[in-house]
């Protein structure tokens, strides 16, 4: 019975997928007023939610968008594009995996993930957005953020690290130092990933009990955990203070990461004029002899042991 139905669910999210894409492409803009039309069409469950995407469908639709993405970074370096993309939401609501999955077809030398520490005592002491400048994509280049400036108006009021003339002097300035950016020819994308209060409990939980993940969980983590309706009013304020037309926030649903991912790579894509710009294959000619080279004796080299073989 699930297979019938993931075939069904595959011939559809097939079916969307040209049409979706080209018509975000021509920059209708009505993904800001309406659900994206890809992929979230599926019955709900008991709590009015959608199940959980099917794998199969998830791998293969992410491995067409990941060969888009290869096209649009070809478009990016060729033209001198500029883009910067800031991922922001709360913890464990799927930044990273989300970052992952949209670096890992690029070259990472068009390509920087960056995701700063607290600051030192002499970046505290420089303007709020220099160590932040200095990360910013020349021409040809894409920079996402792993969380980013908007931290002054997250954890750091929250939290109590600033005080309420820094946060007030950051709302006012944002909108502006973004409009700059942009007026300067940088396309600036940003993205809140909202997730709820259960299943962010839920991969905490997971977080706990997985040694290898177990990192991604810090005593700050569980302190923003006893503060989430600070945190959402903390949201809420910068929504209403930074949504600008120039550079708007778009919010990606990420109870279910396999959705979240996708609907957020093939919206990157969509804000990107992009055109396929990926050169021809080569033909690999035969390689040349070797002539008189002789390689030295393996007596003479360490290996690493073949523990595996």
């Known amino acids: 019975m699930k297979k019938k139905k993931g075939k069904k669910q595959v011939k559809r999210a097939e079916s969307t997928n040209k049409k979706t894409l080209s018509a975000d492409a021509a920059g209708n803009g009505s993904d800001r007023y309406h659900p994206s039309p890809i992929l979230d069409d599926f019955s709900s469950h008991s709590e009015g939610r959608p199940p959980k995407l099917d794998r199969k469908i998830y791998e293969n639709e992410l491995a067409r968008l990941q060969v888009e993405l290869v096209k649009m970074q070809y478009w990016i370096k060729h033209t001198g594009y500029r883009l910067i993309i800031l991922f922001e939401g709360r ?46 994509p020349a021409a040809g ?61 839920v991969r905490f939980r997971s977080r706990l009990k997985d040694p290898a993940r177990r990192w991604k969980l810090s005593p700050m983590d569980l302190e923003s955990r006893d503060r989430w309706v600070e945190f959402s009013r903390a949201k809420d304020d910068m929504f209403a203070r930074s949504n600008i037309p120039e550079a708007p926030w778009f919010t990606v649903e990420a109870d279910d990461k396999r959705r979240a991912r996708l609907n957020c790579i093939r919206h990157i894509l969509s804000k990107v004029p992009y055109v396929d710009m990926t050169p021809e294959a080569i033909d690999l000619p035969p390689r040349k002899s070797v002539g008189d080279y002789q390689r030295p004796p393996l007596n003479e080299q360490f290996f690493v042991p073949n523990v595996y073989g």
Request: glycine share 8%.
């Open 91 to 136: 913890d464990a609501a799927g930044k990273g995996g989300t970052i992952k999955r949209v670096t890992e077809p690029l070259n990472p030398r068009g390509c920087k993930v960056v995701a700063l520490g607290t600051p030192s005592d002499q970046q505290k002491s420089q303007w709020y957005f220099q160590r932040y400048v200095e990360h910013f």
């Open 141 to 201: 280049e894409m920079v996402l953020f792993d969380r980013s400036w908007y931290n002054r108006a997250g954890v750091e009021k929250v939290m109590g690290f600033c005080s309420p003339e820094q946060v007030e002097e950051f709302m006012q300035s944002c909108p502006e130092f973004e409009r700059m950016l942009v007026r300067s020819g940088i396309t600036l994308l940003k993205y809140w990933f909202s997730v709820s209060d259960e299943e962010q409990e």
